[in-house]
């Protein structure tokens, strides 16, 4: 007797074995109703942990590498135990197989530092995969989002002047992310781009930035405290596969307010164009949107 | 048959009524370890929650009115639904009662938005408490703790300009505290104070602090971004019965190294007198500490 593979009506989650913060069974795709962490873990009283959101298109995991490869950086930053990405990429795998199909999935992978127990030792680490039906995304990659700027308190050199504040890496800590995207909602905008309190453009909460002048795409550095976009990675190659220019630089908001275009890159959604800056319209190419969004993503036309 | 009332050997959770994020039936006290949060549960995903920790000394719950406020208050920032104090206050007192007797406890108060479901809606809150032994803090209270002064890497205006951030809500975003005290580790000290990027005496990542200039004690300002302190607040209630003075105020570096004593305040230790701050020695009070100890919190002297 096997354990069933598929699971119905529900999405789908995987534990890794070891560490024992799991309330399920290691390696066996359970419901997500039915998947739970204990209380104590580290995941749950602090945010204590890192995570990768990687969007399956077509029953492809887009960017595999370039996830686990920030993870495995995040987990660097926050001084985990290293991720055993190959256990991860199995795991995805299988949780994969398990959901329902459908034409676009989002797949997280949750790495926490692990249960603090009575005696006030940690056992862990903790590791799951989610796999999950995304939002549909139709309408912001046609006709774009609207964003506002708001200011992230920290000067551009952050990182390097105090990275015990962990910029750069993706945590479990992201209260802070979701209330930036309530205030964009009260400024009736759909999303935010960070600014430096030195006035350098930085990424949204959930997305890297990239602008258009001419021949030329930009995103900011990742130097500047910012995650490494793997979809803007993509996006990148992509435009230089076609003999156009892409590289990292520091940008202002002059950068957006100019551009001929510019984007919001995002492992679920993919490339939003940025239709309006605080409420002033950007121009929108909705025709290059879609070119690279079925040449870099293999989305349909 | 009633539940037994009573957990063996492990720290002990009461999940609230309402809301679907527990995996354990809501106000029957379970042993920690059977204790789990459904893994879309957003305090596990995204830190998307407030928490408390309410010292307990001798059984009494201490400063339990104010830490039921500032949960309330902690909640208001987030934008999250208002916590049933009610509910929280009568879970505690039933989870204390089924943990084994110890002279100190901790009560923890979680609140969290509650579970994303498949389809992006959100089932929630999710609120339970948590009892636990605490660590050992004779040595810390008595010999006092090595602090380093670290870069928060925010103005001290930044509650003010910029509420998304967060900024004085005690959130389940926390990884940045405990990498700030994994950086105190490496410089050979035990704790950390934080100061803002225009040279304002913050708070710790887990404690407010006072400093003691003769007959005047004096605390950061709350306006500042940081956490109304509970302990700090017992502690400025007993030096005002002694007709001492205790104030709020803006404070700087200076007023640490220049202190005749200084302590970090928080619910599990109390009180730790600082006894370095950047290595250089500052002056340690054992017996006005000890005195404001059994006088606040009814430790035994």
Chains 1, 2 share one sequence.
């Not at 290691?26 to 969007?55: H, K, M, W, Y």
């Not at 993870?71 to 001084?79: I, N, P, Q, R």
């Not at 790495?111 to 039906?133: C, F, K, Y």
């Amino acid at each position: 007797m096997t354990e069933p593979t598929t699971v119905q009506n529900d999405d789908v989650v995987v534990f890794l074995a070891g560490g024992n913060g799991r309330a399920s069974a290691p390696l066996v795709p359970v419901p997500q109703s039915d998947a739970a962490v204990n209380v104590a873990d580290l995941a749950v009283t602090r945010g204590d942990g890192v995570f990768e959101s990687i969007g399956v298109v077509g029953g492809r995991l887009i960017e595999l590498p370039r996830h686990l490869a920030r993870l495995a950086h995040s987990a660097e930053l926050l001084e985990l135990p290293p991720p055993d990405l190959a256990a991860f990429e199995a795991a995805a795998h299988t949780a994969l197989a398990a959901h329902a199909p459908a034409p676009e999935l989002l797949v997280k992978l949750f790495h926490s530092r692990g249960v603090e127990t009575p005696a006030h030792t940690i056992d862990g680490p903790t590791g799951w995969v989610q796999v999950l039906e995304g939002a549909d995304h139709t309408a912001a990659r046609r006709d774009g989002v609207r964003v506002v700027l708001l200011d992230r308190g920290y000067r551009s050199d952050i990182a390097q002047t105090a990275p015990w504040l962990l910029q750069g890496a993706k945590t479990l800590s992201y209260a802070l992310n979701k209330a930036a995207l309530r205030e964009a909602a009260r400024r009736d905008a759909d999303d935010v781009v960070f600014v430096s309190t030195d006035g350098v453009l930085l990424e949204g909460p959930t997305a890297n930035v990239v602008v258009r002048h001419g021949d030329v795409f930009r995103t900011p550095r990742t130097d500047l405290g910012i995650l490494a976009g793997t979809t803007q990675a993509a996006f990148f190659d992509t435009v230089r596969a076609q003999g156009l220019t892409a590289e990292e630089a520091v940008l202002t908001p002059d950068d957006l307010t100019t551009a001929d275009a510019a984007w919001l890159c995002s492992s679920g959604r993919l490339l939003a164009p940025i239709r309006s800056l605080d409420g002033a319209p950007l121009p929108v190419d909705a025709h290059f949107t879609a070119h690279v969004l079925t040449q870099a993503f293999g989305l349909p036309t």
